[in-house]
């Protein structure tokens, strides 16, 4: 009897580690939206002071933006400086005027984005080296589902004019739509490509270990199960 108790326990706190585990495990920041894959197409100039933007809309339930990742290139020349250190760049979140962008309701210089090297070629032989990249940003909160918004990055520092695109894409979502702003007119004008990029939002909540209480129960069951049996076997099997 005493060996099935040990047992018992054994399993109830290997099953309690576990639980334990899943519980204070770190949970990642989600995708809230996928503005498309790169497919190493093309890429358009995104540099001061000139800027293109590209169209968003949420869903129900995920509005807040904490985070932005998306695909670039820089040309391999002896001026680049993209493979030893990432560009300066102005991300901005934008509000809409009639399908062109109006407010900026967020902005944020990244200094130092997560740029890794995919080691694509954008554009075929002889094109542009493919990066990825990704930055944290100032959380966006209280955005409308189902309402247009605009994401720009501009590539501000770090690479000479025209050396630095935001990458193409063709699976970006239906109704998406890429605007350039011409700083001499000081108008924005829509361009036919759209740009590969997603949006992360704050991690899902952890929802509370229910188990955790049953877990508890069943170990507490259990040693009273051994101690009864103890009893038991001291007063040789008569019932107190």
């Known amino acids: 009897m005493r060996s099935n108790f040990w047992r018992s326990l054994r399993f109830s706190a290997v099953a309690s580690s576990l639980i334990l585990a899943a519980w204070l495990t770190p949970a990642s920041a989600d995708v809230i939206y996928n503005g498309g894959a790169p497919d190493q197409g093309g890429q358009i100039y995104s540099e001061a002071p000139g800027v293109v933007a590209m169209s968003f809309e949420l869903t129900s339930g995920e509005t807040d933006i904490t985070g932005v990742n998306w695909w670039g290139g ?18 901005d979140i934008w509000s809409d005027n009639g399908g062109t962008p109006d407010m900026v309701l ?36 209280n955005l409308s589902a189902g309402t247009t918004y605009f994401l720009s990055i501009q590539e501000t520092a770090g690479e000479p004019s025209g050396l630095w695109g935001w990458e193409t894409t063709s699976s970006a979502p239906p109704g998406a739509f890429l605007e350039s702003y011409d700083p001499s007119e000081g108008t ?15 991690p899902a909540a952890v929802p509370e270990p229910t188990s955790l209480p049953l877990l508890c129960t069943g170990i507490l069951f259990s040693i009273a199960l051994w101690q009864r049996s103890r009893r038991s076997r ?7």
């Open 74 to 91: 820089c040309y391999p020349s002896a001026t680049s400086t993209c493979g030893n250190t990432s560009p300066t760049f102005l991300v």
């Open 106 to 141: 967020d902005s944020d210089i990244v200094f130092d984005a997560n740029q890794s090297a995919t080691g694509n070629l954008i554009s075929g032989p002889g094109g542009w080296d493919e990066y990825s990249y990704s930055a944290a940003i100032q959380e966006v909160t």
């Open 234 to 240: 001291a007063t040789g099997g008569r019932s107190k």
């Open 188 to 202: 924005w004008s829509g361009l036919p490509e759209q740009l590969a990029f997603n949006l992360t939002g704050p």
